[in-house]
């Protein structure tokens, strides 16, 4: 991954909201849109997981859903920014990863999901490491729901079929793909771990 993209100034919030939403700073009506795309028909459950985090915008609002939220993240200055914006909300954490595993146990999470990061993942084999971390540490039954965006990226191409077959291919039942489901170039693929 381009981590050094992500290594912002941990004093510079305007930066981080920049680099992660594009955005001078937080905006609640963009994080409501997001909401409303990620959590719509996933029940509320014990644990959630966002691949991609940052400072955890998204878990914040994840919050009202599970009662352990959790991201993971490649970029050391996002985890430090994490734990002051998070400071007011201790069931959320963001955990520092290396990009292709997740330090959890197997089975854990009722939920995961991830917005605008995969594409930015520089190899296929980044991409289906983080596919199969994802249905190592969601339980059975769990769901799990990715946005990407289909493009070339130094080498490999996603088209919606393409990439619901990197889900399959490691055990995913497939609930729904969707094209312009939040944004026309956005494609959402929705598993379930069986």
Request: some cysteine; charged content about 25%; aromatic content about 12%.
């Amino acid at each position: 991954m381009n981590k050094e993209w992500w290594d912002v100034d941990p004093t510079d919030w305007k930066a981080m909201w920049q680099k992660t939403i594009g955005l001078d700073d937080e905006d609640p009506e963009e994080t409501q849109r997001n909401e409303d795309v990620i959590f719509e028909d996933i029940p509320p459950g014990r644990a959630v997981l966002e691949i991609g985090s940052g400072v955890g915008r998204l878990l914040k609002v994840a919050s009202k859903y599970f009662h352990t939220v959790r991201g993971v993240e490649i970029s050391s200055p996002l985890v430090k920014m994490s734990k002051e914006y998070l400071g007011d909300a201790p069931q959320c954490r963001v955990v520092l990863t290396d990009g292709y595993t997740f330090p959890f146990s197997d089975n854990v999470f009722d939920f995961i999901f991830s917005l605008v990061v995969f594409h930015h993942m520089p190899t296929l084999e980044i991409v289906q490491s983080n596919i199969r971390e994802a249905y190592r540490v969601l339980r059975p039954g769990g769901l799990c729901r990715i946005q990407t965006i289909p493009r070339i990226n130094d080498g490999w191409h996603f088209t919606a079929e393409e990439f619901w077959n990197e889900f399959e291919q490691v055990g995913f039942v497939k609930e729904k793909i969707e094209v312009g489901r939040s944004h026309p170039s956005h494609l959402w693929v929705t598993a379930r771990k069986s």
